[in-house]
């Protein structure tokens, strides 16, 4: 049971430092993704103009799938499986 006299919510104080402490975190990450990646596009203008031809709805004859190559599969594949290796 809780104290009657407890407060309905953590102090000024706690909320405060919190608000801190999730500000620098999203900060933080935010700069790893943007400082540390970089985006690359290929055959953009082609699909933007496959995207302009397709604007009218009643004159498509065929769906549009799309798909995404990622060159890290392999390198997440030995990332989870190094610390798990032992030589003989």
């Given at each position: 049971?809780?104290?009657?006299?407890a407060?309905?919510?953590p102090?000024?104080?706690?909320?405060?430092?919190?608000?801190?402490?999730?500000?620098?975190?999203?900060?933080?990450?935010?700069?790893?993704?943007?400082?540390?990646?970089?985006?690359?596009?290929?055959?953009?203008?082609k699909?933007?103009?496959?995207?302009d031809e397709?604007?009218?709805v009643?004159?498509?004859?065929?769906g549009l799938?799309?798909?995404?190559?990622?060159?890290?599969?392999?390198?997440?594949?030995?990332?989870?499986t190094?610390?798990?290796?032992?030589p003989?």
């Open positions: 049971m809780a104290a009657p006299d407060p309905d919510q102090s000024m104080l706690w909320r405060t430092g919190s608000s801190i402490i999730t500000g620098a975190t999203g900060f933080l990450c935010r700069s790893f993704l943007v400082g540390l990646n970089r985006l690359e596009v290929k055959g953009y203008d699909f933007m103009r496959l995207l397709r604007a009218d009643n004159g498509r004859t065929k799938i799309t798909g995404v190559y990622s060159s890290l599969c392999f390198a997440e594949s030995l990332i989870l190094a610390p798990s290796f032992k003989y």
